[in-house]
Nanobody, 124 residues
């Protein structure tokens, strides 16, 4: 049974930092591209960042470039999202997702497995 478990969310003031983690089990983690998506209240789920299975390619939505960094540790079966200079508009539930087949990194429909999400709230 595949499980993706996010952690590290919380309440932070604008300008602060958080590091999200997503621990994977039940899959060959090193074969999967991993992505982070987020969904704010009343909005659709949107792409945030993603990383290829070997860590050599990353992608970010424009809104987080220069502030967020995605990384992975295949030995620990974990993907991370380091978030800095947080803004109130970053407030959302953050989800990690796994894609075995190497499709477009920013396409939610390409991801087969999803975590339950972790709440990030940025106060102004």
């Amino acid at each position: 049974q595949v499980q993706l478990v996010e952690s590290g969310g919380g309440l932070v003031q604008a300008g602060g930092s958080l590091r999200l983690s997503c621990a994977a089990s039940g899959l060959s983690f090193g074969n999967f591209d991993m992505g982070w998506f987020r969904q704010a209240p009343g909005k659709e789920r949107e792409f945030v960042a993603a990383i290829r299975w070997n860590g050599e390619t990353t992608a970010y939505t424009d809104a987080v470039k220069g502030r967020f960094t995605i990384s992975r540790d295949n030995a620990k079966r974990t993907v991370y999202l380091r978030m800095s200079s947080l803004k109130p508009e970053d407030t959302a539930v953050y989800y990690c997702a796994a894609d075995r087949w190497g499709g477009g990194l920013d396409r939610a429909n390409n991801y087969e497995y999803w975590g339950q999400g972790t709440q990030v709230t940025v106060s102004s």
